[in-house]
């Protein structure tokens, strides 16, 4: 069957997952197991690299090095009391080559994850000494001075940048996850989340020391695209905050538009970004009652780019994944939550999780930019949210209708729907159903679901290492919960439970994005 004879997602007749200590720790055995095989898979398909290529972190080789070297970060929520010692780190680092790509800074590439860049190189070869340190346990790394020349000179650059500017034949903005700014603050803030020896500290102080600016230039850009949108068009539809992706069209989804700025900005300091909290707040309510004037689809642009391409996708990329994900994240800031919570958000929750539902098993496959396992990962963040934030959530809604005498909730039953298990629930059947996609379903067997082979089969957004990643972050989310039915009858315990907090600490986020804060494995 050629791609253009499937449909663009399969009619879901996937039954969510029960959550209880029996299923969960079968559906943790089966990650752990797929992880593993997907590994060796990955091993024997793709081959090693002894020098850079142009590429980032989305498509080629330097995304399949950062997924080991996130499976080593996680690798104690990936094996049994029994398991013989993983090669992960072994794996990343035989995956990561000397020196750096003969490829300048250009201003209109500064995250990793795109490409033209030496940042995929920098960025692997200071998580490879990290990495090679314990992440933390060991003597504190060194980082060779040219990487973080080369940081510098990328933060320079991200200051200098106008809010949109030349991007090949086109002009973009330059501020999303994928090329711009927002991409090369994620990087500096994992870079932040270590502890170096002494010279490296003092190298690199001077770029941290930035990072204040750099938030506030990308706070700007988003205020002058909402600017020149309101000029442009009108009043009604702008936001507090809106970035450009295409000259004259303003992004939504996570890697071209505001989502996944916003979740980026909202893992900095809280008083990095203190001063920006309002703005923050009500473009994720503008977002939020855009998604629900849409029935909880999040449009690619406004105004709409392309007549003959559908607006409504369901994918990471664009689309209500990207909601789910921005709200994931935007529970774990105390201070946005309880000052600017809106009875918007649950709905958004609930009509994007129906829409991903219905819609997210895209025939692309299950990768995390177009696919099954991207379309489940917001649902984690969620359940953590839902499962470890329930106070401040709740508190939020009280506050809210204590202080909005007269106004009605959009939905007075939403609060009791929205429960971590029904954004687990969903999360699992999507997570073990996704070992039916290519390339980790390797045999010809007919089946229901015809998934496409990605067409970087191998890579981290669009292939199989993209699904390692994704079932390993699963992995962690169950044992956290495990162990907290566990000990349910003494939750005070759990604060200085060894188990329960290394799954915690094993929560990564989404890659590029992240989710639970930087980590420092990006």
């Not at 080991?68 to 398991?83: E, I, K």
């Not at 990643?469 to 919960?481: F, K, L």
Request: with cysteine.
């Amino acid at each position: 069957m050629i791609i253009s004879q499937r449909p663009r997602f399969y009619e879901n007749k996937l039954v969510p997952v029960e959550i209880n200590p029996v299923s969960l720790i079968d559906s943790l055995r089966q990650l752990r197991m797929a992880v593993h095989n997907g590994a060796d898979k990955l091993n024997a398909n793709e081959p090693l690299h002894d020098k850079w290529n142009h590429g980032g972190m989305f498509l080629t080789f330097s995304g399949i090095s950062l997924a080991f070297l996130r499976l080593d970060y996680q690798n104690p929520v990936l094996s049994s009391g029994n398991a013989t010692a993983s090669s992960f780190l072994k794996d990343a680092l035989a995956r990561i080559p000397c020196g750096l790509p003969d490829v300048p800074l250009i201003p209109s590439r500064l995250s990793p994850a795109g490409s033209f860049s030496p940042l995929a190189a920098v960025t692997l070869r200071i998580l490879a000494e990290v990495a090679k340190s314990g992440w933390g346990a060991g003597e504190r790394p060194s980082i060779a001075p040219e990487l973080i020349k080369c940081l510098e000179d990328a933060v320079n650059l991200a200051l200098e940048n106008p809010w949109i500017l030349p991007h090949g034949e086109h002009r973009m903005g330059g501020d999303e996850i994928l090329y711009g700014r927002a991409g090369l603050l994620w990087l500096l803030l994992n870079v932040r989340a270590h502890q170096y020896d002494e010279s490296t500290t003092k190298l690199l102080s001077p770029v941290l020391a930035k990072l204040p600016n750099l938030i506030g230039v990308i706070i700007d850009a988003g205020r002058e695209g909402s600017k020149h949108y309101r000029q442009e068009h009108s009043d009604e539809d702008a936001h507090p905050l809106m970035y450009a992706w295409m000259e004259g069209h303003y992004g939504f989804g996570a890697a071209h538009g505001a989502t996944g700025i916003l979740s980026v900005l909202l893992s900095c300091a809280t008083e990095e970004i203190s001063e920006y909290i309002s703005e923050i707040g009500e473009t994720i309510t503008a977002l939020c009652k855009f998604c629900v004037a849409h029935s909880g689809h999040l449009p690619k642009a406004l105004p709409p780019r392309d007549s003959n391409e559908p607006s409504e996708l369901v994918q990471f990329c664009h689309g209500s994944p990207a909601i789910l994900l921005l709200l994931g994240v935007a529970f774990n800031n105390e201070q946005l939550t309880q000052g600017y919570w809106h009875p918007a958000w649950d709905q958004a929750l609930y009509q994007a999780t129906c829409r991903v539902w219905e819609e997210g098993l895209l025939s692309k496959g299950g990768s995390l930019c177009h696919g099954v396992s991207g379309n489940a990962w917001p649902w984690l963040l969620l359940h953590d949210a839902f499962e470890y934030k329930a106070d401040v959530i709740n508190g939020a809604r009280s506050r809210f209708f204590q202080n909005s005498a007269g106004l009605e909730s959009l939905d007075e039953s939403l609060p009791s729907r929205l429960t971590p298990d029904f954004f687990l629930s969903r999360a699992l059947a999507f997570m073990l159903h996704s070992f039916e996609t290519r390339p980790y379903r390797d045999d010809q067997v007919p089946s229901e679901y015809d998934y496409c082979m990605p067409d970087e089969p191998n890579s981290l957004f669009n292939g199989l290492a993209g699904n390692l990643v994704a079932w390993a972050e699963t992995c962690a989310v169950v044992q956290a919960r495990l162990r907290r039915m566990m000990l349910s009858e003494d939750r005070g315990s759990l604060k200085n439970d060894h188990a329960f907090q290394e799954a915690l600490r094993c929560r990564l986020g989404f890659p590029m994005i992240g989710g639970n804060g930087a980590r420092g494995a990006l």
